[in-house]
């Protein structure tokens, strides 16, 4: 046996608005004496101020959908900027660090990318740098902004190979 949805279903599947139509068209539909009757003062009573309602909640949806939308901007136009400030693009270049001591427990190393270490001319921060962030040949300080080069163009392939932790021809660690 199939269901067919009954005039009370739809009323269901309406907005606020189609209802609240939809009711008032059942009560003029009735020919209800709205004037006169104690039952039917209270009757029209209650469709006015319902009608009121849902005039105020179609209102309040409407400011809720525009504050959505500008939310939404909001969040795009933020991310847009942490992107800028924090380079997301290049997270797995480098590891920045602007304390003065470098702990190697500090980076994650998942991909064992082989990083070098370099000083800061300007405020002595010891910074982490990738192979493909000295291929680039110049970076911004990550603490102070001082633009730094890297031109290891002189430098034997022995010098340039030495990564962070592995001991230098002495022994002793960079």
């Known amino acids: 046996m199939q269901c067919t949805p009954c005039a ?6 309406m907005n606020l608005t189609d209802k609240m ?19 039917g003062k209270v009757l029209g009573q209650l469709l006015d101020v319902m ?28 991310g847009d900027l942490e992107d800028i400030v924090y380079d997301e693009d290049d997270d797995d270049d480098a590891y920045y660090s ?6 190697d427990d500090d980076f994650d190393d998942d991909d064992d990318e082989t990083l070098y270490e370099t000083v800061c001319p300007s405020c002595n921060n010891v910074i982490a740098l990738s192979e493909s962030i000295l291929e680039k040949g110049e970076m911004p300080c990550p603490c102070c ?18 990564p962070i932790d592995d001991p230098t021809e002495d022994g002793s660690a960079e």
């Open 21 to 39: 139509a939809y009711l008032r068209g059942m009560v003029d539909g009735m020919e209800l004496d709205l004037t006169t009757t104690k039952e």
């Open 98 to 103: 602007c304390d003065d001591d470098f702990d």
């Open 51 to 78: 009608q009121e309602m849902t005039a105020y909640v179609t209102d309040l949806q409407t400011q809720v959908d525009e504050l959505t939308e500008v939310c939404d901007l909001f969040d795009q136009d933020l």
């Open 8 to 13: 009370e279903q739809e009323v269901f599947q």
């Open 145 to 162: 902004g001082e633009m730094l080069e890297f031109d290891y163009s002189d430098l034997d392939g022995d010098t340039f190979e030495v």
